[in-house]
């Protein structure tokens, strides 16, 4: 039904979001249709007596994936056994700043709401995790920690802080967590974590107290379990030169510490990843690079303790027989070896004053060995604690700084064989489950009592019975195992069990073998007593109780120990420790001193809880075994917890706060109530519509009973929010009235701009159609702004189209009203452009361009073989120098050849061809036959040049012929006619007079005499006499 009364408000909200993240929301709402498989809060539950009911729905939400359910402000959750999409970073931002019942359960939730209570109120809070041994404690309260160092504000000076929160988890699991039977990554101590915020929200430090290490773990696993997760790290992931210092070996196999349990690999763990985790967290949590090596010095000496063995001589006395183990456990901790050997097997006796030395039998050296072992690993854990704390400390004195306190302990345990941990870790629950009768169930109804509301009183099993069974002074079986263990005389564990029998016989909650009816005592060892806890029942073991409390090292091994050059180790082993006569406390009574501490811890602070659940042993998604939740469901207390949730109300304020929370929900009370503060509640929910039966008004707090008339009432506040703001009401009404002064101002001018706007648009497209229709006129008012607009856009179109090269003849076609225009600037472009390349063009290379250029003008379009010479280079020369004579050149004297080449030259009667270089100099050109100077032509006297205007090589030099110098006309042939009759003509100044004849030439034979050359096409080049005495040139046709 109230999931039904929530819809539409919370649609209103996301209609609110639709808007930013349309994504975002049909993600959403798919979310939120998934959520409400079964009920989101136990406290819905039709049934809510019913624990198949309560089962059924937490099966059916595990079964969609939904882990987590709630108990009016309790989490429960199930373990899912696989990694859900439920832990990113948007996730964090859907629960930040959001009321805890508005949204899908979550780890986040409970975060979010903790934190936000921390804020708001003022007071310190605790999260306790509780759940037994794999149902994801730890998981949870990592989620916890990450979600404040996402969301939280950071500090300036504490930027790194959340960083070494996080950072200082693999840490501690690597020396404090192991794999059990039950959980691969299974914490083997308790902690309690502080995390510290300062006044603006920021984290600034932390603290971590830590309970009861699983130190019989370091010297001895059950099948399938493993010791502590540094040892094999370290083997597996410590480079080469590193296990050589150590003295290690890579197998793991190789050490009696690590082969009882038989399980040298995890398939879900790595451990070389975990190493690298581990080394790379170590100096981010403060670790100097000596600190690391120390302790991993002491890591190593632990597997050398194990591998120490010992031989029994014939007169009964024990020697070690491994020397090399003491040899490398003196270098690795910094300990003189033969003290150590000699510690190892004697023990030191005060007696009447006198001290003396007793060798010890096999077996005392073996659990001196482990003792030993357990000790150095024991006390290095907690260094590494205490190291960490420093790490985490509040740096800087922060004023009003709160605490949001993190518990995770060993849930409760019951295996095949319980011993003394297990009677530790259930005790530990007990106190737990006290603790949460205290402050949910007892308060609440000494609350009701003292509010003057009457209530139906819940039945609840108070486990206070069993604590004091456990803890009671004197009469406790806490006292008793202690004073078994200081009792002189022969002590073992079966005395301590006779005086258990002896003292707590007929206890409601205690039972032994000779104790037991017939049907239990089927069920029970002799050695064992049964403890029935609130949780169900748990036989111990009494094996190994003595000496587990006892926790004693040998004196003489604590001497040498405190003579360690080992800063750990000096730091582990104090001085005054060894010259301290008085007894230190058994392990029992510490633990129970520090159980204390805690609880009054908690008991400061505001707790909310998280219950966690393992819904199969075998550690796989998908399996929800009934019987193991019905168990855990009923030891959480779950049912208890729904019971009073129900009976009682789901929410309680003081009428203070209530009243300043929502009294903007009503006009009376809106902005302050001057009554009675109840008068006030009580005006304020009649205005609401509160039923009678959803609420009481007790003597100093409001009661409310069911969760949804609360979320109605947040859901109208967030609905009024926009309008209040958080300001009084003159100071809003003054506000809105100026917000609307300037919204009406602001939109009024907005709408003028676009008005104006709209208008200019308009006016320029009726102008645009006009100018269209006008375009061919002449330029006109009408057609103006068109035509500019397509000379504008023709120019423009231009400036982004022009040429790029000389050789580029591309050019956009203009419209005819800038044709004219076009035309100029295609030419000024051209113009430009040859410049720009005649600047860059190199002395050779133009006189190259300008004979080119004259031999287009001479011969373009003229001769046949002009198109064919064009792409051939101009020649300086074509004779080397060492193909003119030197004679030649001598005679030529200052008159330096400028250009040689050789010719046929035809006489002018009879045509005989004689071969002759035909040789150029400034002023005048010679024609040469080997050595001599046959003929000289002064450019000054030459008459002209003709040349055919075929393919041939025939060309005419006209020279006078009355001056005798100048022999008259020269018939010649060459190769390179179109060159040579440029470089000529150019040289003598006489370009003009080229002469092209298409059909002969006409030249001059001595005395008046006239000779005629005839030029024809033909196959091929000839030149001979034809008839009539002419000289015939057939040319080549040039296809
Ligand atoms: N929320 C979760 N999501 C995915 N896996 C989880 C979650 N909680 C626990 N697990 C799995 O269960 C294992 C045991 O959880 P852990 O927190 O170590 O148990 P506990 O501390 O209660 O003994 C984890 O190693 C992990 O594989
Ligand atoms: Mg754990």
């Known amino acids: 039904p109230l999931t039904g009364q929530m819809r539409p408000?919370?649609?209103?909200?996301?209609?609110?979001?639709?808007?930013?993240?349309?994504?975002?929301?049909?993600?959403?709402?798919?979310?939120?249709?998934?959520?409400?498989?079964?009920?989101?809060?136990?406290?819905?539950?039709?049934?809510?007596?019913?624990?198949?009911?309560?089962?059924?729905?937490?099966?059916?939400?595990?079964?969609?994936?939904?882990?987590?359910?709630?108990?009016?402000?309790?989490?429960?959750?199930?373990?899912?056994?696989?990694?859900?999409?439920?832990?990113?970073?948007?996730?964090?931002?859907?629960?930040?700043?959001?009321?805890?019942?508005?949204?899908?359960?979550?780890?986040?939730?409970?975060?979010?709401?903790?934190?936000?209570?921390?804020?708001?109120?003022?007071?310190?809070?605790?999260?306790?995790?509780?759940?037994?041994?794999?149902?994801?404690?730890?998981?949870?309260?990592?989620?916890?920690l990450l979600y404040y160092a996402v969301t939280c504000p950071t500090n300036d000076h504490m930027a790194a802080l959340g960083d070494r929160l996080l950072q200082s988890n693999p840490v501690l699991e690597a020396f404090g967590n192991a794999k059990t039977l039950r959980n691969d990554n299974s914490s083997r101590f308790g902690k309690y974590m502080d995390v510290q915020f300062d006044f603006r929200g920021a984290p600034v430090g932390g603290h971590i107290l830590n309970y009861l290490l699983e130190k019989s773990r370091v010297v001895h696993q059950n099948h399938g379990e493993r010791n502590f997760h540094i040892f094999y790290q370290l083997l597996d992931g410590g480079e080469d030169d590193l296990l050589i210092t150590l003295d290690l070996e890579r197998n793991p196999q190789k050490y009696q510490y690590l082969v009882k349990g038989n399980c040298p690999r995890l398939s879900s763990v790595s451990d070389k990843n975990n190493w690298k985790v581990v080394m790379k967290a170590l100096p981010v949590i403060g670790f100097t690079e000596e600190e690391v090596q120390k302790l991993l010095n002491i890591i190593a000496s632990v597997l050398h303790l194990g591998n120490t063995q010992f031989g029994e001589g014939e007169e009964g006395e024990t020697y070690i027989t491994t020397e090399t183990q003491i040899h490398h456990l003196s270098k690795l901790m910094g300990v003189d070896g033969s003290a150590l050997g000699e510690a190892l097997t004697h023990k030191k006796l005060t007696a009447k004053g006198e001290e003396m030395i007793?060798?010890?039998?096999?077996?005392?050296?073996?659990?001196?060995?482990?003792?030993?072992?357990?000790?150095?690993?024991?006390?290095?854990?907690?260094?590494?604690?205490?190291?960490?704390?420093?790490?985490?400390?509040?740096?800087?004195?922060?004023?009003?700084?709160?605490?949001?306190?993190?518990?995770?302990?060993?849930?409760?345990?019951?295996?095949?064989?319980?011993?003394?941990?297990?009677?530790?870790?259930?005790?530990?629950?007990?106190?737990l489950q006290q603790l949460f009768i205290e402050l949910t169930l007892r308060s609440e109804q000494e609350e009701y009592e003292t509010e003057g509301i009457a209530w139906e009183t819940v039945q609840y099993f108070d486990n206070k019975i069993i604590c004091d069974l456990i803890e009671e002074k004197h009469k406790g079986i806490i006292s008793i195992l202690d004073e078994e263990c200081l009792r002189p005389g022969e002590t073992c564990d079966v005395s301590f069990l006779e005086k258990l029998e002896d003292a707590l016989g007929g206890h409601p909650h205690f039972v032994t073998h000779k104790l037991a009816n017939g049907k239990t005592r089927r069920v029970m060892s002799r050695e064992e007593f049964r403890l029935l806890h609130y949780a169900g029942e748990v036989n111990y073991n009494v094996n190994?109780?003595?000496?587990?409390?006892?926790?004693?090292?040998?004196?003489?091994?604590?001497?040498?120990?405190?003579?360690?050059?080992?800063?750990?180790?000096?730091?582990?082993?104090?001085?005054?420790?060894?010259?301290?006569?008085?007894?230190?406390?058994?392990?029992?009574?510490?633990?129970?001193?520090?159980?204390?501490?805690?609880?009054?811890?908690?008991?400061?602070?505001?707790?909310?809880?998280?219950?966690?659940?393992?819904?199969?042993?075998?550690?796989?998604?998908?399996?929800?075994?009934?019987?193991?939740?019905?168990?855990?469901?009923?030891?959480?207390?779950?049912?208890?917890?729904?019971?009073?949730?129900?009976?009682?109300?789901?929410?309680?304020?003081?009428?203070?706060?209530?009243l300043q929370r929502y009294k903007p929900l009503c006009p009376e009370t809106w902005p302050n109530w001057h009554g009675r503060l109840s008068d006030g509640v009580s005006t304020l929910v009649s205005h609401l519509g509160y039923k009678p039966e959803e609420y009481k008004l007790?003597?100093?707090?409001?009661?409310?009973?069911?969760?949804?008339?609360?979320?109605?009432?947040?859901?109208?506040?967030?609905?009024?929010?926009?309008?209040?703001?958080?300001?009084?009401?003159?100071?809003?009404?003054?506000?809105?009235?100026?917000?609307?002064?300037?919204?009406?101002?602001?939109?009024?001018?907005?709408?003028?701009?676009?008005?104006?706007?709209?208008?200019?648009?308009?006016?320029?497209?009726?102008?645009?159609?006009?100018?269209?229709?006008?375009?061919?006129?002449?330029?006109?008012?009408?057609?103006?702004?068109?035509?500019?607009?397509?000379?504008?856009?023709?120019?423009?179109?231009?400036?982004?189209?022009?040429?790029?090269?000389?050789?580029?003849?591309?050019?956009?076609?203009?419209?005819?009203?800038?044709?004219?225009?076009?035309?100029?600037?295609?030419?000024?472009?051209?113009?430009?452009?040859?410049?720009?390349?005649?600047?860059?063009?190199?002395?050779?290379?133009?006189k190259q361009m300008m004979q080119k250029v004259e031999a287009s003008k001479i011969f373009k379009d003229q001769k046949d073989s002009y198109p064919q010479s064009v792409g051939r280079l101009f020649l300086d020369s074509r004779l080397e120098r060492?193909?003119?004579?030197?004679?030649?050149?001598?005679?030529?004297?200052?008159?330096?050849?400028?250009?040689?080449?050789?010719?046929?030259?035809?006489?002018?009667?009879?045509?005989?061809?004689?071969?002759?270089?035909?040789?150029?100099?400034?002023?005048?050109?010679?024609?040469?036959?080997?050595?001599?100077?046959?003929?000289?032509?002064?450019?000054?006297?030459?008459?002209?040049?003709?040349?055919?205007?075929?393919?041939?090589?025939?060309?005419?030099?006209?020279?006078?012929?009355?001056?005798?110098?100048?022999k008259g006309d020269v018939v010649l042939h060459c190769s390179h006619v179109i060159e040579l009759v440029t470089k000529l003509a150019m040289m003598a100044n006489k370009v003009s007079y080229v002469n092209i004849s298409p059909g002969s030439i006409r030249f001059a034979v001595a005395r008046g005499k006239e000779g005629i050359i005839d030029f024809v096409r033909g196959s091929e080049l000839k030149v001979a006499k034809g008839k009539r005495g002419h000289l015939l040139v057939v040319s080549q046709r040039l296809y």
């Open 882 to 966: 060492e193909q003119i004579n030197l004679k030649v050149v001598q005679t030529l004297g200052n008159d330096k050849v400028q250009y040689g080449v050789s010719v046929i030259k035809y006489d002018r009667r009879g045509f005989k061809p004689r071969p002759r270089q035909l040789l150029l100099t400034n002023t005048f050109a010679v024609l040469v036959d080997r050595t001599k100077i046959k003929q000289r032509m002064d450019y000054s006297a030459m008459r002209g040049i003709s040349v055919s205007s075929l393919s041939d090589g025939v060309f005419v030099v006209h020279m006078p012929s009355e001056d005798n110098k100048q």
């Open 544 to 658: 190994g109780f003595l000496d587990k409390n006892n926790d004693s090292l040998n004196r003489n091994l604590k001497e040498v120990m405190c003579q360690s050059d080992n800063q750990i180790l000096q730091h582990c082993f104090r001085r005054e420790e060894v010259i301290d006569q008085k007894r230190p406390e058994m392990a029992a009574t510490q633990f129970k001193n520090s159980l204390m501490k805690l609880m009054e811890i908690l008991m400061s602070k505001e707790p909310s809880y998280v219950r966690c659940i393992k819904p199969n042993d075998a550690k796989q998604p998908g399996r929800f075994d009934e019987v193991l939740v019905r168990h855990q469901v009923k030891y959480l207390g779950l049912m208890e917890n729904l019971r009073v949730r129900r009976a009682g109300f789901a929410y309680r304020r003081r009428f203070e706060a209530f």
């Open 9 to 144: 408000l919370r649609a209103s909200r996301i209609q609110e979001k639709q808007k930013s993240c349309g994504m975002r929301l049909v993600m959403e709402s798919a979310l939120t249709a998934r959520d409400r498989v079964g009920v989101q809060d136990f406290v819905l539950l039709e049934n809510y007596n019913s624990e198949a009911a309560f089962i059924e729905n937490l099966r059916r939400r595990f079964r969609e994936n939904l882990i987590y359910t709630y108990i009016g402000s309790v989490l429960v959750s199930v373990n899912p056994y696989k990694e859900l999409e439920i832990y990113s970073k948007p996730q964090m931002e859907r629960y930040r700043g959001v009321s805890f019942y508005e949204i899908s359960p979550h780890i986040y939730a409970v975060s979010d709401n903790t934190y936000r209570a921390m804020r708001t109120e003022r007071k310190d809070q605790c999260i306790l995790i509780s759940g037994e041994s794999g149902a994801g404690k730890t998981e949870a309260s990592k989620k916890i």
């Open 698 to 846: 007790g003597r100093s707090k409001i009661f409310i009973r069911f969760p949804k008339t609360l979320f109605t009432t947040e859901d109208a506040l967030e609905a009024k929010k926009p309008e209040i703001g958080c300001l009084g009401v003159l100071y809003m009404h003054v506000c809105v009235c100026v917000v609307i002064v300037i919204q009406s101002g602001w939109r009024g001018m907005k709408a003028r701009r676009r008005a104006k706007r709209r208008r200019q648009a308009a006016e320029l497209i009726r102008r645009f159609i006009k100018g269209f229709i006008y375009r061919h006129e002449e330029y006109c008012p009408e057609n103006e702004y068109f035509l500019d607009h397509v000379r504008y856009s023709f120019l423009k179109n231009l400036r982004q189209n022009l040429p790029k090269s000389v050789l580029d003849k591309n050019w956009p076609t203009p419209p005819p009203l800038v044709a004219e225009a076009s035309e100029h600037l295609r030419r000024m472009h051209m113009r430009n452009m040859t410049l720009k390349y005649c600047r860059r063009v190199q002395p050779e290379w133009k």
């Open 358 to 431: 007793s060798p010890l039998s096999f077996e005392q050296a073996l659990s001196a060995r482990d003792a030993l072992a357990k000790a150095v690993y024991g006390r290095t854990f907690t260094w590494l604690v205490e190291k960490i704390n420093q790490s985490l400390a509040l740096k800087v004195h922060s004023k009003g700084s709160s605490v949001i306190g993190l518990l995770d302990i060993y849930g409760f345990e019951v295996l095949q064989h319980n011993s003394f941990e297990q009677f530790c870790i259930n005790y530990c629950n007990e106190k």
